[in-house]
């Protein structure tokens, strides 16, 4: 049965095997519907379900969370959400790299 993509409304959705992947940690392949001209992806409710389940076992799950930026003397401070925290294994002191990337999104990168 053929559906047409409700994004962009030209494309027809495909049932296909697709990579899912999180924060940049590949979860798996997974079934899903992909519109043939936007490439958007829907998971159906079990497939969802199964890969929140996923994200749950590995951790991954709840780690991308607000925070404010705060002052410290005549710096900017940004505070590490403590679930980020233990993910990544981050310690005082840690020597960190961080970047621009474009302009509304730094990058910090652990050494
Ligand atoms: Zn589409």
Sequence with gaps: MKST???CE???LQPKK???EVYGIKLGLFPAKVCSVCKEEWFNEETSRRIEAIEKKKGLFGLSKKTKISYSGNS???RIPEALVSFMGIKKEDEVLIHPEGKSKIAV???
Excluded: D, Q, R, S
């Design 76 to 78: 900017l401070v940004i």
């Design 5 to 7: 993509c409700p994004i």
């Design 18 to 20: 697709v990579t899912y």
């Design 109 to 111: 990168e652990l050494a």
């Design 10 to 12: 030209k494309g027809t």
